[in-house]
């Protein structure tokens, strides 16, 4: 397929289409050789096509993928945005950067967006695609966890899941954990929460989605995108013990996973992270290489990129010893 598109015509395609209202339906309509690459061998629909694209963004630098993702108008800040100067000036604020500055480090980041999509070398290409993996389960967009510990005990925790039906008729979705505490969605999404205790376990959380009034249970649709949010307040009465490590395992595939833990009060005198491990092989102390700063907020964060496999993710610490 790459040697059939010529780079400068996909370069042109990628700068028309990041004009008006960015990468929505009508406009990859326009641009031939955008949505070729995006194509898999079937005709997709244009929300996997969106997943395939923002897939290309998201393996490109840190910096790149912040700066198109607002310029294509698919990051939280800027979906719905209609113009490209808008979305530009947005961005500027975000790197403390004017709109002219902006636009001029665009055209590098297209190039290398190009360069992606012929090659095809990024998750979600429908030259790599494992087709199994798209059937009968769900594959989240992005995922987002803040763990607020706080005074060395855990406080509450913030999920939001992005995700794509790849069934139709999916009721619920159930997330596990092996800790106590309260459940409580959105109170302005789409999902009710049915909590099981699972004897010598843990809990299951069981998201039912609902109807536009949620006045009662609905199921999903295949391709459509839902956000499920939530937060997990720790049980009042208990008095928990301190905590030492927070980590987060992807069964389905995650194409972005962001891991946050907050620290209010006493902050730890070591923190460490790990990647893709199993659950026993989770460092209780850490590699020189691993080991992470807490910012002026005493947070420490985890981007991870197509994580999958049941293996865990996250951080540990040490506390200073008490006498």
């Not at 998201?207 to 009042?236: C, G, Q, V």
């Not at 420490?300 to 610490?317: A, I, K, M, Y």
Request: hydrophobic share 40%.
């Amino acid at each position: 397929m790459g040697d059939e598109i010529s780079p400068a015509d996909l370069y042109a395609d990628l700068e028309l289409l990041r004009k008006n209202e960015g990468f929505v339906a009508h406009r990859l309509d326009r641009v031939d050789t955008v949505a070729e690459l995006l194509r898999g061998a079937d005709i997709d629909s244009f929300d996997r096509m969106r997943h395939r694209f923002a897939s290309a963004i998201y393996a490109l630098s840190e910096n790149d993928a912040s700066l198109l993702l607002d310029v294509f108008a698919l990051s939280g800040d800027t979906v719905g945005v209609n113009t490209l100067r808008e979305r530009r000036r947005i961005h500027g604020e975000k790197i403390g950067r004017k709109i002219d500055t902006v636009a001029d480090r665009e055209p590098a980041a297209l190039n290398q967006l190009a360069s992606r999509l012929i090659r095809g070398t990024y998750p979600q290409s429908p030259l790599r695609l494992d087709v199994a993996e798209m059937h009968n389960g769900i594959i989240y967009e992005s995922i987002s966890t803040l763990v607020v510990v706080e005074d060395r005990r855990w406080k509450r925790t913030f999920e939001h899941y992005r995700f794509i039906a790849t069934f139709d008729e999916m009721d619920y979705l159930t997330v596990t954990r092996s800790y106590d505490g309260t459940v409580y969605p959105d109170p302005r999404g789409a999902f009710k929460v049915n909590t099981r205790r699972v004897e010598g376990a843990g809990w299951n959380d069981h998201f039912w989605h609902l109807n536009s009034a949620r006045t009662a249970t609905a199921p999903m649709r295949r391709n459509e995108t839902y956000d499920l949010k939530f937060a997990i307040h720790a049980p009042a009465a208990d008095e928990l013990p301190p905590m030492t490590l927070a980590s987060r395992a992807f069964h389905e595939r995650a194409l972005l996973a962001n891991i946050q833990v907050q620290f209010v009060g006493e902050v730890p005198v070591d923190v460490w992270k790990f990647e893709r491990v199993s659950g026993y092989a989770r460092p209780s102390v850490p590699a020189d290489d691993d080991r992470v700063p807490c910012d002026d907020r005493g947070c420490v964060g985890v981007r991870l990129r197509d994580v999958h496999g049941g293996l865990f993710s996250g951080f540990g610490w040490k506390w200073e010893p008490r006498d």
